[in-house]
């Protein structure tokens, strides 16, 4: 196993440092650099944005969650993918028509004042924080899983490779690594599946009916309330799914890698369809696992259940299938994290730089300059807190970060949008609110804090009951956008008539 595990990892690792290699030779602007010149077509955007959200957290996480919580972790699968309808109806086509290269440039083109572009670009950086940590622990116990390579060197590893795709390929490959990798993880799943499934005799019916006393859980594992006891909990972890989406930078910044509204529309239709078919695969993958692994074996492995398919592909393939598998996860992880990173680099270098600092004037040479040194710092950053986080499950670690993107960031968005008096004050008491409200009530969280020792970050009593804060911090993000707007003696529904002009037509200027 041991052979083929690194040849097979050798073989994907040349394959996206070719990619890097040949998107280096085009990529000198800062157009090029951020959004890859906007020269995707549809399919290829939708394939990348698909490559971004397939991520860690949904190859591993949910069939971890499944396997081991069985119903209570489909709702992750559901979650997300009917958060991709919010994207597609509200956000998708305005974010590319009034948008250049960032989230912030969007909010921008209605309030030109410093501190929105600065919160908007702060927002960014935290949701990036979260959502890399969860790549990182998931690449570190992947790795140690498949050729035993200590989790802290596996992690470092992962960061290096990363950062190597950003700094020298920058968007262009970051979008085609997400494209192969895409491509490759949809593969290695319905191999799995079908594997699965036969197993079952193709019978969803029989599957059901073994899947009932194949776990401790009993039949209580095909019903909603084994993790989830509160449905106010419930609730608010699928509010977080939901709506976080409509609010993740580097899922925004994709909307500027293609030509026009349209394309944008186009490509995430091509994204739903994809990520639509992965998720309802994830059944097979989580009640797979719980039958043929079994959870004592998946939890023995790790605490949180994220090597549940990599276990699961080598119990039905054998090393050859578990060496794919894993190494597909492995792309996945490299090419999700290296798309966090320059969204994140993106936020430093052209919004808090180039915009504010530099007041709009940065050159081309120096924006690019500057977006790789982000870059790094961003990378060692996440490096040096994922290598505490072990034992964490990387789907609750995203489902954090969709909590700040949804209270933080689409309050914002959608008042930007669609709200005539919305204005400068609204919009960052909105941001900022949103995001306090959310990591406060998260460090305070049964996710956090556990009376019992080693099982979370702080021992101790929680204080919040909820694992995850988005039913109160994103009423609070809308709500602060709300009183803001209304106490502030703002007004400027002229530049409002302006943005909806723009967002609905695509038309950079107005005659």
Known sequence: MGIVSVLIFVAVIAATLVVTYWAAKRTSTASEFYTAGGSLSGWQNGMAIAGDYLSAASFLGIAGAISLVGYDGFYYSIGWLVAYLVVLFLVAEPMRN?????????????????????????????????????????????????????????????????????????????????????????????????????KFDFSLVQMFNEMATATPHGEAYLHSGVKYKNPLDLISVLIALILGTAGLPHILMRFFTVKDAKTARSSVIYATWIIGIFYVLTVFLGFGAAKFVGSDAIIAENAAGNMAAPMLAGVLGGPVLESFVSAVAFATILAVVAGLVLSGASAIAHDLYGQIYKKGKATEK??????????????????????????????????????????????????????????????????????????????????????????TLITGNPIFPFTNPAIISVPLGFLAAIIGTLVSAERDEKKFAEVEFKAQTGYREIG
């Open 98 to 198: 009034l948008g250049k290269y960032t989230m912030a440039d969007m909010i921008a083109s209605r309030f030109s004042a410093p501190r929105v572009r600065g919160a908007a670009a702060f927002n960014t950086i935290t949701i990036v924080i979260f959502y890399m940590l969860a790549q990182l622990v998931g690449a570190g116990a992947l790795i140690k899983l498949l050729l035993g390579i200590d989790y802290h060197i596996a992690v470092i590893i992962v960061g290096i490779m990363m950062t190597i795709y950003v700094l020298f390929g920058g968007m262009t490959a970051t979008s085609w690594v997400q494209i192969i990798k895409a491509g490759l993880l949809m593969a290695g799943t319905i191999i799995i599946s079908f594997l699965v499934f036969l």
């Open 366 to 455: 120096e924006q690019v300059k500057a977006a790789r040194a982000a870059s790094l710092g961003i990378a060692v950053f996440s490096i040096i807190i994922a290598l505490g986080a072990e034992k964490m499950n990387v789907a609750f670690l995203v489902s954090l970060a969709f909590c700040i993107a949804a209270a933080a960031n689409l309050p914002t968005i959608l008042f930007t949008i669609y709200w005539k008096k919305f204005n400068t004050t609204g919009a960052v008491t909105s941001m900022v609110v949103g995001l306090l409200s959310s990591l406060i009530l998260v460090a305070i969280s049964p996710s956090v804090m556990s009376p019992t020792e080693g099982a």
